[in-house]
Structure formats: C-alpha cells, structure tokens
C-alpha cells in the first residue's frame, strides 16, 4: 500500500548542490514522518534530516545549516537540499517515511531503493 519514488543524486562537485526528491504513494494509512538517511561506504545508515507530524524537522549535525528539508504534507513529497558539498556527503541516500495505519493503529517503516550520491573532489 506504500510505493517510494527517489529522484536526484548522481555525481556532484565538492562545493556544490545536491536535491534529491521522495513521492510517497500510499493507500488507507497516513503518513506521519519523511526523511532522508544515508549510509557511506564503510560506515552505518545515518539519519539526514527528518520531518515529524507534528512539523519538526532534526538535522544531522554534519549538514546542519547547510541543508534543507522540504515536506508537502497533501502531496506526501519531501526533498532535501544540502550545499556546500563534502566528500564526506558521499553515499547512499535512501528516502524514509513513517505511516499509520487506523485500522489496525500500527506504526510502520518504509524506504526506497536508495540512490547514489558522489562527490567529486
């Protein structure tokens, strides 16, 4: 019932911009929370930037000030902007949301299939 769309990522220079874009299709459950983590090579699935319901966005700290979190709630959209790119940025971004269910009240976890990001220095 939840269908995750990315788009963006690719190659990018140091210093530049990345956009990346999630469009979450979902039937008979609401979507609480979207976001972005990413996982580097060698290293963990880290959280990016997060958007909860009630509209508070975190940031990492290694992209806070420095990145945007966009979030259309009646669309289900949300995009992430980060400046200034770093080698360290590089990775696997992956489009995460959170849903409802009220017919059973169950929490779920969805996610992407990921999309590459390099930056080249």
């Known amino acids: 019932q939840v269908h995750l769309v990315e788009s963006g990522g690719g190659l990018v220079q140091a210093g530049g911009s990345l956009r990346l874009s999630c469009a979450a299709s979902v039937r008979f459950v609401r979507v609480t929370t979207m976001g972005w983590f990413r996982q580097a090579p060698g290293k963990q699935l880290e959280l990016v930037a997060q958007n909860v319901d009630d509209g508070t966005t975190t940031y990492a700290d290694s992209v806070k000030g420095r990145s945007t979190l966009s979030r259309d709630k009646d669309k289900n959209t949300v995009s992430l902007e980060i400046d200034s790119l770093k080698p360290d940025d590089a990775g696997v971004y992956y489009c995460?949301?959170?849903?409802?269910?009220?017919?059973?009240?169950?929490?779920?976890?969805?996610w992407g299939q990921g999309t590459q990001v390099t930056v080249s220095s």
């Open positions: 995460n949301i959170d849903t409802w269910d009220p017919s059973t009240r169950w929490d779920k976890t969805h």
